[in-house]
Protein backbone atom coordinates (compact mmCIF):
# COMPACT_ATOMS: atom_id res chain seq x y z
CA UNK A 1 0.00 0.00 0.00
CA UNK A 2 1.34 3.18 -0.85
CA UNK A 3 1.15 5.64 2.10
CA UNK A 4 0.61 9.08 1.83
CA UNK A 5 2.18 11.37 4.58
CA UNK A 6 0.64 15.45 4.57
CA UNK A 7 2.57 18.20 6.02
CA UNK A 8 2.51 20.72 8.17
CA UNK A 9 -0.97 18.41 10.12
CA UNK A 10 -1.82 22.34 11.27
CA UNK A 11 -1.06 25.59 8.84
CA UNK A 12 -2.40 28.69 11.00
CA UNK A 13 -2.22 31.63 8.36
CA UNK A 14 -4.46 34.95 8.21
CA UNK A 15 -6.93 35.71 4.86
CA UNK A 16 -4.82 37.06 1.65
CA UNK A 17 -1.82 34.93 2.67
CA UNK A 18 -0.59 32.05 0.87
CA UNK A 19 -0.69 28.36 1.68
CA UNK A 20 1.44 25.56 0.79
CA UNK A 21 0.67 21.98 1.82
CA UNK A 22 2.67 19.12 0.94
CA UNK A 23 1.73 15.28 0.05
CA UNK A 24 4.46 13.05 0.25
CA UNK A 25 3.96 9.36 -1.24
CA UNK A 26 6.27 6.16 0.06
CA UNK A 27 6.68 5.21 -3.52
CA UNK A 28 6.62 7.01 -6.49
CA UNK A 29 3.00 7.46 -7.74
CA UNK A 30 1.40 7.80 -11.65
CA UNK A 31 0.45 11.53 -11.83
CA UNK A 32 -2.94 10.49 -13.66
CA UNK A 33 -4.21 9.31 -10.17
CA UNK A 34 -2.96 12.12 -8.05
CA UNK A 35 -6.24 14.51 -6.58
CA UNK A 36 -6.54 16.76 -3.70
CA UNK A 37 -9.81 17.45 -1.45
CA UNK A 38 -11.55 20.27 0.68
CA UNK A 39 -13.62 18.90 3.28
CA UNK A 40 -15.68 21.71 5.53
CA UNK A 41 -17.18 20.58 9.24
CA UNK A 42 -20.04 18.52 8.65
CA UNK A 43 -19.75 18.39 4.81
CA UNK A 44 -18.67 16.07 2.33
CA UNK A 45 -14.97 16.35 0.29
CA UNK A 46 -14.92 18.52 -2.52
CA UNK A 47 -13.07 17.60 -6.09
CA UNK A 48 -10.32 20.76 -5.99
CA UNK A 49 -7.36 19.45 -8.12
CA UNK A 50 -6.80 15.92 -10.08
CA UNK A 51 -3.93 15.04 -12.38
CA UNK A 52 -2.01 16.75 -10.43
CA UNK A 53 -2.61 20.21 -11.26
CA UNK A 54 -5.81 20.32 -13.32
CA UNK A 55 -8.44 21.88 -11.75
CA UNK A 56 -11.89 20.31 -11.46
CA UNK A 57 -15.25 22.76 -12.54
CA UNK A 58 -15.88 25.53 -10.86
CA UNK A 59 -12.72 25.43 -8.70
CA UNK A 60 -11.08 29.39 -8.63
CA UNK A 61 -7.84 29.38 -9.88
CA UNK A 62 -6.54 30.37 -6.95
CA UNK A 63 -5.90 26.44 -5.97
CA UNK A 64 -3.14 25.25 -7.98
CA UNK A 65 -1.18 21.63 -7.90
CA UNK A 66 1.78 20.74 -8.85
CA UNK A 67 4.89 17.97 -8.25
CA UNK A 68 5.77 14.68 -9.59
CA UNK A 69 7.02 11.36 -7.97
CA UNK A 70 6.82 11.16 -4.68
CA UNK A 71 5.98 14.98 -3.75
CA UNK A 72 3.04 16.83 -4.55
CA UNK A 73 1.84 20.38 -3.85
CA UNK A 74 -1.17 22.27 -3.12
CA UNK A 75 -0.58 25.75 -3.58
CA UNK A 76 -3.61 28.77 -2.37
CA UNK A 77 -2.41 31.57 -3.57
CA UNK A 78 -4.33 34.03 -1.40
CA UNK A 79 -6.71 32.58 1.22
CA UNK A 80 -10.12 33.47 1.22
CA UNK A 81 -12.46 33.13 4.29
CA UNK A 82 -13.88 30.01 2.93
CA UNK A 83 -10.53 27.96 1.90
CA UNK A 84 -10.32 27.65 5.52
CA UNK A 85 -10.94 24.29 5.64
CA UNK A 86 -8.98 20.44 5.91
CA UNK A 87 -7.42 19.03 2.82
CA UNK A 88 -6.75 15.82 1.45
CA UNK A 89 -4.26 14.63 -1.25
CA UNK A 90 -5.47 11.29 -2.95
CA UNK A 91 -3.57 8.44 -5.17
CA UNK A 92 -4.23 5.12 -6.61
CA UNK A 93 -1.87 2.65 -6.58
CA UNK A 94 -1.21 -1.12 -6.10
CA UNK A 95 -4.99 -1.52 -7.05
CA UNK A 96 -6.30 0.84 -3.78
CA UNK A 97 -7.12 4.13 -3.54
CA UNK A 98 -5.23 5.86 -0.82
CA UNK A 99 -5.28 9.44 1.02
CA UNK A 100 -3.38 11.44 3.13
CA UNK A 101 -4.43 12.23 6.74
CA UNK A 102 -4.90 15.49 5.97
CA UNK A 103 -3.82 19.58 6.69
CA UNK A 104 -6.17 21.81 8.35
CA UNK A 105 -5.66 25.18 7.03
CA UNK A 106 -6.68 27.34 10.29
CA UNK A 107 -7.16 31.18 11.42
CA UNK A 108 -4.53 32.41 12.61
CA UNK B 1 -26.96 17.14 -12.42
CA UNK B 2 -25.39 14.11 -10.39
CA UNK B 3 -26.82 13.54 -6.73
CA UNK B 4 -25.46 10.60 -4.75
CA UNK B 5 -27.66 10.03 -1.70
CA UNK B 6 -26.81 7.36 1.15
CA UNK B 7 -29.35 5.61 3.01
CA UNK B 8 -28.90 2.75 5.62
CA UNK B 9 -29.24 1.87 9.68
CA UNK B 10 -27.91 4.23 11.31
CA UNK B 11 -26.88 1.69 13.69
CA UNK B 12 -25.73 -1.87 13.75
CA UNK B 13 -24.70 -4.39 16.59
CA UNK B 14 -21.52 -6.16 16.50
CA UNK B 15 -21.08 -8.92 14.61
CA UNK B 16 -23.64 -7.85 12.45
CA UNK B 17 -23.58 -6.86 8.76
CA UNK B 18 -23.66 -3.42 7.28
CA UNK B 19 -26.03 -2.75 4.70
CA UNK B 20 -26.14 0.63 2.72
CA UNK B 21 -27.61 2.32 -0.50
CA UNK B 22 -26.71 5.14 -2.44
CA UNK B 23 -29.25 6.16 -4.84
CA UNK B 24 -27.79 7.90 -7.79
CA UNK B 25 -30.17 10.72 -9.72
CA UNK B 26 -29.22 12.48 -12.92
CA UNK B 27 -27.02 9.97 -14.52
CA UNK B 28 -27.13 6.35 -15.66
CA UNK B 29 -25.36 4.28 -12.96
CA UNK B 30 -24.43 1.51 -16.06
CA UNK B 31 -23.75 4.32 -18.39
CA UNK B 32 -20.13 6.04 -18.95
CA UNK B 33 -16.89 5.52 -17.95
CA UNK B 34 -17.26 5.54 -14.27
CA UNK B 35 -16.12 3.51 -11.00
CA UNK B 36 -18.65 4.24 -8.38
CA UNK B 37 -16.87 4.01 -5.18
CA UNK B 38 -17.72 3.91 -1.16
CA UNK B 39 -15.60 5.47 1.14
CA UNK B 40 -15.59 6.02 4.67
CA UNK B 41 -14.52 8.27 7.71
CA UNK B 42 -14.38 7.61 11.57
CA UNK B 43 -15.47 11.07 13.59
CA UNK B 44 -12.48 13.49 13.64
CA UNK B 45 -10.54 11.08 11.54
CA UNK B 46 -9.17 11.33 7.86
CA UNK B 47 -10.80 9.08 4.91
CA UNK B 48 -10.43 5.49 4.27
CA UNK B 49 -11.34 4.01 0.59
CA UNK B 50 -13.34 0.71 0.96
CA UNK B 51 -13.68 -0.42 -2.46
CA UNK B 52 -15.27 0.56 -5.66
CA UNK B 53 -17.22 -0.93 -8.75
CA UNK B 54 -17.59 -0.27 -12.54
CA UNK B 55 -20.04 -0.07 -14.69
CA UNK B 56 -19.16 -3.64 -15.93
CA UNK B 57 -19.47 -4.65 -12.59
CA UNK B 58 -15.74 -5.60 -12.06
CA UNK B 59 -15.13 -4.68 -8.40
CA UNK B 60 -11.57 -4.43 -6.27
CA UNK B 61 -11.37 -3.86 -2.42
CA UNK B 62 -9.17 -2.28 0.20
CA UNK B 63 -7.14 -5.57 1.26
CA UNK B 64 -7.65 -4.74 4.51
CA UNK B 65 -11.18 -4.78 4.28
CA UNK B 66 -11.92 -7.16 1.30
CA UNK B 67 -12.77 -10.34 3.86
CA UNK B 68 -15.81 -8.47 4.58
CA UNK B 69 -16.87 -6.47 1.58
CA UNK B 70 -19.37 -6.45 -0.77
CA UNK B 71 -20.45 -4.16 -3.44
CA UNK B 72 -23.01 -4.52 -5.89
CA UNK B 73 -25.11 -2.35 -8.20
CA UNK B 74 -28.54 -2.65 -9.03
CA UNK B 75 -28.81 -0.96 -12.23
CA UNK B 76 -32.79 -1.29 -12.45
CA UNK B 77 -32.90 1.20 -9.55
CA UNK B 78 -29.88 3.46 -10.42
CA UNK B 79 -28.47 2.30 -6.79
CA UNK B 80 -25.08 1.43 -5.65
CA UNK B 81 -25.04 -1.17 -2.50
CA UNK B 82 -22.57 -1.70 0.29
CA UNK B 83 -22.43 -4.65 2.67
CA UNK B 84 -19.93 -5.06 5.59
CA UNK B 85 -20.15 -8.37 7.29
CA UNK B 86 -19.11 -8.92 11.28
CA UNK B 87 -18.78 -5.46 12.38
CA UNK B 88 -17.15 -3.89 14.97
CA UNK B 89 -16.91 -0.50 16.80
CA UNK B 90 -13.45 0.21 14.52
CA UNK B 91 -16.57 0.42 11.72
CA UNK B 92 -18.44 3.34 12.90
CA UNK B 93 -17.77 6.01 10.41
CA UNK B 94 -19.55 8.42 8.15
CA UNK B 95 -19.59 6.38 4.88
CA UNK B 96 -19.91 7.80 1.50
CA UNK B 97 -20.86 6.69 -2.03
CA UNK B 98 -18.79 9.01 -4.85
CA UNK B 99 -17.82 8.69 -8.49
CA UNK B 100 -14.85 8.04 -9.93
CA UNK B 101 -14.79 10.06 -13.38
CA UNK B 102 -12.54 8.37 -15.98
CA UNK B 103 -12.55 10.21 -19.81
CA UNK B 104 -10.46 8.36 -22.28
CA UNK B 105 -8.98 6.32 -20.16
CA UNK B 106 -7.57 9.36 -17.94
CA UNK B 107 -8.97 9.73 -14.12
CA UNK B 108 -10.90 13.32 -13.79
CA UNK B 109 -10.97 13.17 -9.97
CA UNK B 110 -13.88 11.79 -7.83
CA UNK B 111 -16.80 13.52 -7.82
CA UNK B 112 -19.51 14.31 -6.76
CA UNK B 113 -20.09 12.59 -3.02
CA UNK B 114 -23.10 12.06 -1.84
CA UNK B 115 -23.30 13.78 1.60
CA UNK B 116 -22.70 10.36 3.98
CA UNK B 117 -24.18 8.64 6.52
CA UNK B 118 -23.28 7.99 9.92
CA UNK B 119 -23.46 4.22 10.72
CA UNK B 120 -22.61 3.50 14.56
CA UNK B 121 -21.94 0.02 15.39
CA UNK B 122 -23.09 -1.12 19.07
CA UNK B 123 -25.17 -3.04 21.01
Known amino acids: EIVLTQSPGTLPLSPGERATLSCRASQSVSSTYLAWYQQKPGQAPRLLIY???SRATGIPDRFSGSGSGTDFTLTISRLEPEDFAVYYC?????????FGQGTKVEIK | QVQLQESGPGLVKPSQTLSLTCTVS??????????WTWIRQPAGKGLQWIGRIYTSGRTSYNPSLRSRVTISVDTSKNQLSLKLSSVTAADTAVYYC???????????????WGQGTLVTVSS
Open chain 1, 51 to 53: GVS
Open chain 2, 26 to 35: GDSISGGSYY
Open chain 2, 98 to 112: AREIFSSGWYEGTDP
Open chain 1, 90 to 98: QQYGSSAWT
